[in-house]
């Protein structure tokens, strides 16, 4: 059932379950568990060896630099991330794969695999995609613009990505929800360690029409590292990145300089001069990295295909939630569809005032797209998929 | 004490002041209370004949095409602007008049004259000099940027150009006055006809410390073409124009683009998507006619002289080349040292955005490197070999 490997280094022998090296798969999955991304000694030894043998050889203690894969692999059960992903309906994606987002292969260390919660093809959902992100601390306008443009976006077709932090990436996921649009979340931890916990609700949310992708194992907790190494999957794997509002060091900078890097058109939203985070996209204009864009026809000047995107998407029979007003419809996406949510809540999850969203509650009550539950709201199912009337 | 002139085309004949042909200075004078601002026959006349004789000769009926000018001179007191000027302490400055603003000879049909209030050395004050312009429908944000923008340009030991038009050239102008510091308010009427009549104050206040311009002889009134004449002057006597508000049709878009047209560096302030006035200025970054500025650092960073107003100056032996900023070397390199080339050989030849172009050239100009020529740009010689200081 197992397979001995001796390891010079540390005068010992390691178990590794058979199943690990069963497969190219497996193998990859393994060294999820064993490295952190962008390892370029993993590189080397997948490029030198192949997934399995590498694995081998990385472990044989024949070369002192892989001691930190032996240490790691002392405390960790390298079939273990596979075997939870099975039992928890988490995809694996490896190079290769029809679903594998081709674009992060342009990175000088490529993921080893990709682990996905809901929709596995993040080769069709990357294919037209943008990166929406932005600062954390952002403001009530750079919310709105971040939601709007995601809105706009997804309106003609394209999925939005973003990495599920506070502030204008909630938001822009929340603008492509709002739409009944495709969005992917990129978490720096593992797929299952939904962060930040405030969020564990909208990434659900996202796994159920679109997709939420990691680079590292299931378990994996998401650090700082993890997260600048986490911005360089959004910014490749996606036609372009948007920066909607960014202090000048700001995480999402480092994102537009990685999709620059790897020539993905960069553009940064405009703001007030006086306001900290609009100075980091200021910036990036400024010094010629990014271009500006006010909404989304701008986005898709700048990242679409050249004669299929200039014209709006048409996506008809269009959705009764399609004819909402813009706010309505990210409040209406705020709303949660088991359970109910007090008005409080949808104000805080929507980013808008209680006052605006207990007048736009009336009205999606009206619209049936609402219902009083338990002292609390909740989404009517029949609201998504209504024919249109 | 009066000159007869026959016209043939009104079948009669025009008295002249002798002292209107007794000097080059009152013949121009008459010249610009008979003819519109950028009259094309005027400055051909001028050209052909000199301002005296060019006068008897476009009154002399000769040239149907010149019928205007005797139309007018009918009804017009040829001495009266200069008499007008001499009872109310208005300057006249002429072509070749040490307090002549250079630049606007650039213009393809410079004034005759210029009519000045206040401080009439606009040479020097054009010389090291920005205008801030914008919308007369302003935000309270942008008149805040506009204020704080020309006090720091001031601070700096710029002068502020404007129109004294309601909105952000009013407050660049206070802006400028806050700091003591000095302001050109440019009319497009004559400089006694205060327009608009609420801010006669704030041009009286102009004219006491600073200057109030204008090219149409004093009593024209301001006309909706003046207006658009009297831009291109703001455009061309000042070393960069800045944009801080403009909706999308806004006369300050016109006078960039007459800024641009004139190798003249243009900034333009971001501001909210969502304001109206605000989409002119992002469109002209956006077009890259203008860079973006966030604050008078940024300006001067656009407008101001190498070495002096950017950087501190370096006394290292080396070249005066070395200490380009590495963007402005790459479009020295760009610019012919035989022939000249546009602007847009120059940006496409650099691989650099139009805009970038022109506040490099703008610098490189103030810093000896290149010259303007045949109405492009050359190397010059001197610039390769000059000692250091």
């Not at 932005?134 to 973003?162: D, K, L, W």
């Not at 020539?263 to 271009?291: E, K, W, Y």
Request: aromatic share 4%; glycine share 10%; proline share 6%.
């Amino acid at each position: 059932m197992s397979h001995l490997v001796r390891t010079d280094t540390l005068g010992g022998a390691l178990t590794i379950p058979r199943a690990v090296l069963a497969t190219e798969r497996s193998a990859r999955a393994a060294w999820s568990a064993l490295a952190e991304p962008e390892d370029p000694r993993v590189r080397d030894l997948i490029a030198e060896f192949g997934p399995i043998e590498g694995l081998l050889a990385g472990l044989s203690g024949r070369d002192s630099k892989h001691r930190i894969f032996i240490e790691r692999a002392a405390r960790t059960d390298l079939g273990e991330a596979t075997a939870f992903a099975m039992r928890h309906g988490i995809h694996l994606l490896i190079p290769g794969d029809p679903e594998w987002p081709e674009g992060v292969d342009d990175l000088t260390v490529p993921p080893v695999c990709l682990w996905v919660k809901g929709d596995p093809d993040l080769s069709s959902l990357a294919r037209r995609s943008v990166a929406i992100v932005g600062a954390r601390m952002s403001t009530p306008y750079g919310n709105q613009v971040a939601a709007s443009m995601a809105a706009g976006v997804v309106e003609r077709g394209y999925a939005v990505v973003s990495g599920a932090a506070f502030g204008i990436d909630k938001s822009a996921h929340l603008g492509a929800l709002s739409c009944g649009g495709r969005t992917v979340a990129v978490l720096a931890g593992g797929v299952d360690r939904a962060y930040p916990t405030a969020h564990a609700g909208l990434i659900a949310e996202i796994a159920e029409t679109g997709s939420v992708m990691a680079e590292c194992a299931p378990g994996w907790a998401p650090t700082r590292p993890r997260f600048l190494l986490r911005n360089r999957l959004i910014a490749t794997m996606t036609a372009g990145t948007i920066v909607v509002e960014a202090g000048l060091r700001s995480g999402s900078l480092n994102t537009a300089r990685s999709a620059a890097r790897h020539c993905r058109p960069v553009g940064a939203v405009p703001g007030s001069v006086m306001s900290q985070v609009s100075a980091g996209c200021h910036g990036i204009v400024r010094d010629g990295l990014a271009t500006l864009v006010c909404d989304a026809k701008d986005v898709l000047d700048l990242v679409g295909v050249m004669g299929v995107d200039a014209a709006p998407h048409q996506s008809d029979p269009v959705q009764p939630e399609d004819r909402l007003d813009p706010v309505d419809a990210i409040i209406l996406a705020a709303v949660p569809r088991r359970g109910a949510a007090s008005v409080d809540t949808v104000a805080f999850t929507a980013g808008q005032t209680v006052a605006e969203v207990m007048g736009a509650l009336a009205r999606l009550e009206l619209g049936g797209f609402v219902s009083r539950h338990d002292g609390g709201w909740k989404r009517r199912r029949s609201s998504r998929r209504e024919a249109p009337s």
